[in-house]
């Protein structure tokens, strides 16, 4: 059964700081991993998503590896801002698509 | 093309209760996926469902949950004689393909149920 690990659970930086979110699964028979943000009483942001066959993903500030066969993923925030501040969720998907979700990073980013 | 709309965004249920929770899919979509998030936790997989078929429900608790997701209208999850246990927010999630690794799922906003 897969298994998403995600550390740290909780993370407070100063503004500016670049940081490392990581993510690891146990099983490395996946079709993809995608990153998402929640906010506090909200729904999922869709951040980055790394198919199977890729290495790693790019979207401004944002970047995203994958090591398959280690089965491990970070997400890479370059200078953080307080509006970034969120839950930070790591997914994998499996047979028939669906997700296996870590239990999040909670980021807050102090002004 | 309007996003994967769930409702009713929050339900207050007393326990013993039924709830009913509703997930339009995106236009075009005929795969849904339903998740539960506890307080504090990662979403967990409850149901994926086609059209008029159940395709995998090993996320689902073996008693009082139920998922259909009809030829018409939308898809609903189904709690019956709830506890408190069952506060939790339900997404649901749309997708147009299987199997393809540049899929992915479109989250609803989610459903906050709380059970007095």
């Known amino acids: 059964k897969q298994e998403v690990t995600q550390i740290p659970a909780a993370l407070s930086v100063p503004e500016g700081e670049n940081l490392v979110l990581n993510c690891s699964f146990t099983d490395s028979a996946i079709y993809n991993l995608q990153w998402f943000r929640q906010d506090p009483g909200k729904g999922l942001t869709s951040l980055l998503l790394?198919?199977?066959?890729?290495r790693e993903q790019t979207s401004g500030r944002l970047n995203a590896s994958l090591d398959k066969s280690s089965g491990r993923s970070t997400l890479y925030i370059a200078a953080s801002q307080p509006g970034d501040s969120a839950t930070y969720l790591c997914?994998?998907?499996?047979?028939?698509?669906?997700?296996?979700f870590g239990s999040g990073t909670k980021l807050n980013v102090k002004p | 093309n309007a996003g994967v709309m769930q409702n009713p965004r929050h339900l207050v249920r007393r326990r013993g209760q039924e709830a009913r929770l509703r997930c339009s899919p995106m236009k075009g979509h005929s795969h849904v996926y339903w998740y539960r998030q506890l307080p504090e936790e990662g979403l967990k997989f409850m149901v994926y469902?086609?059209?008029?078929?159940?395709?995998?429900e090993s996320g689902m608790p073996k008693e009082r949950f139920s998922a259909e997701f009809p030829k018409e209208g939308p898809s609903i999850l189904r709690i019956q004689q709830v506890v408190r246990g069952d506060s939790a927010a339900y997404f649901c999630a749309s997708s147009p393909l299987l199997g393809g690794s540049t899929d992915t799922q479109y989250f609803g906003p989610g459903t906050r149920l709380t059970v007095l």
């Open positions: 997914a994998v998907t499996g047979n028939f698509n669906k997700f296996y």
């Open positions: 469902l086609q059209k008029e078929n159940i395709i995998d």
């Open positions: 790394i198919q199977s066959s890729q």
